[in-house]
């Protein structure tokens, strides 16, 4: 049985060398519906994994909030709560000390506050928080780290961004004369440690988090933000959040857990959506190639009619001649798959310099080893499809009918 598939390989391939541009014209609806399947789905591949790249350095969707919640529901209707369980810096320790994976974090919160700049007074935007070293801010000049230690935060230094120095010392103001000035907050002087580059267009300030109190501190209550290294540790990271969660003595009418990995998962399925409606359409044009195989084929036999009776009238069984046909529909479709793969990386490739010249980009296509291995797979699958009525109708024939005819 082996040695028959060979020889019929064999034989195919042959044909093929004989009949080259007979051969590849036959093949031209595979040829071309490949390519296309290349083009379309190495674009979709290199969309997402640009947008995966984007995602990736996206802060927010990497990052998961552990918030107090502020407010209950009773009969439908949300009632502000009077006492808020408040995140401690016991709780952030706990927290961080049952996430397995690496995680960088801060407890924060965000107040529109009034401060005295002197005889000026400015709002700003101030972040209560037990570390100065956050990835949202980038450091200017002198320093943001505090919270190294406890007494850190009982410190009265502050940090402000260029926006807030700028309104300190002046639209042309030296950092140097900066750092080292003071500033009122709530009735409490503050020193400026350092300058930061702000995150949003109003004036900012960081304080350390001890100096919310009170009312303050019942009506804005921290969050702790914790960032994970890969959108992939975001899943773990709440998984943890919520382990700790059951085993405290708090529940989720306590505290929030919110993330936006969601969108991640959202973004993901899109565009395998499109990679399957599009693989769909243009996977027709596979189909409309296996017909003109078939239809070669066809006419193979009824040209090699004489030489299938002579093969008939030497001892060739009809299993033989069936698996010869066959091969020949395999051989011809793996032609034009590997010709239409070939020619779809190039048209891919000079794709590119256009994109890059209309949209300032950096994307690529990206040629899975999966996606060309499942196109090979489908277009030998309608290769042996429509290759079976020829390769049937041929082993049928009665030997001394396909002698008689001319």
């Not at 919640?69 to 401690?88: F, H, Q, W």
């Not at 040209?303 to 020949?328: C, H, N, P, W």
Request: hydrophobic share 45%; net charge negative; glycine share 8%.
């Amino acid at each position: 049985m082996l040695k028959s598939f060979q020889s019929a390989l064999l034989y195919a391939l042959e044909n093929i060398r004989t009949n080259f541009f007979h051969t590849l014209l036959s093949v031209l609806g595979i040829i071309i519906g490949v390519s296309a399947l290349i083009v379309i789905l190495s674009m979709i591949d290199g969309l997402e994994k640009y947008a995966r790249e984007q995602i990736s350095n996206t802060t927010s969707v990497k990052v998961v909030e552990v918030s107090s919640a502020t407010s209950e529901t009773i009969d439908g209707v949300s009632i502000k709560k009077a006492d808020p369980a408040i995140l401690t810096r016991s709780i952030h320790r706990e927290l961080i000390s049952n996430i397995t994976v690496p995680v960088s974090s801060f407890r924060v919160s965000e107040v529109a506050r009034e401060i005295i700049i002197g005889k000026q007074t400015t709002g700003s935007l101030v972040y209560y928080s037990d570390s100065g070293n956050t990835d949202k801010f980038i450091v200017n000049y002198g320093t943001h780290f505090f919270g190294k230690d406890s007494t850190d935060f009982e410190r009265r230094v502050a940090v402000v961004d260029t926006t807030l120095a700028a309104r300190i010392g002046g639209p042309s103001y030296q950092p140097e004369e900066i750092v080292g000035s003071g500033l009122t907050l709530d009735g409490v002087n503050f020193e400026v440690i350092g300058i930061v580059d702000g995150y949003s267009p109003s004036p900012e300030l960081v304080v350390p988090i001890d100096h919310l109190k009170g009312e303050l501190l019942l009506d804005n209550p921290p969050f702790i933000a914790l960032e994970a290294t890969d959108v992939a540790d975001v899943p773990v990271i709440k998984e943890s959040i919520t382990e700790w969660l059951a085993s405290s003595p708090y529940t989720d009418n306590d505290f929030r857990i919110f993330s936006q990995d969601f969108r991640v998962s959202q973004t993901m399925q899109g565009f395998q959506l499109f990679r399957i409606i599009m693989g769909l359409i243009v996977g027709i044009s596979v189909v409309v190639g296996g017909v003109g195989v078939m239809n070669v084929l066809l006419i193979s036999v009824t040209q090699r009619t004489k030489e299938i009776g002579v093969r008939k009238a030497v001892g060739s069984r009809k299993r033989d001649i069936y698996i010869q046909f066959l091969s020949e529909s395999m051989v011809i479709s793996l032609f034009g798959t590997v010709v239409g793969i070939l020619f779809g990386i190039l048209v891919s490739l000079a794709v590119v310099p256009i994109v890059h010249r209309i949209v300032e980009v950096s994307f690529s296509p990206a040629f899975s080893l999966l996606t060309i291995g499942l196109i090979t797979v489908i277009s030998m699958f309608i290769g042996i499809l429509f290759g079976t009525f020829p390769a049937w109708k041929a082993s049928q024939l009665n030997p001394i009918d396909a002698l008689r005819r001319e």
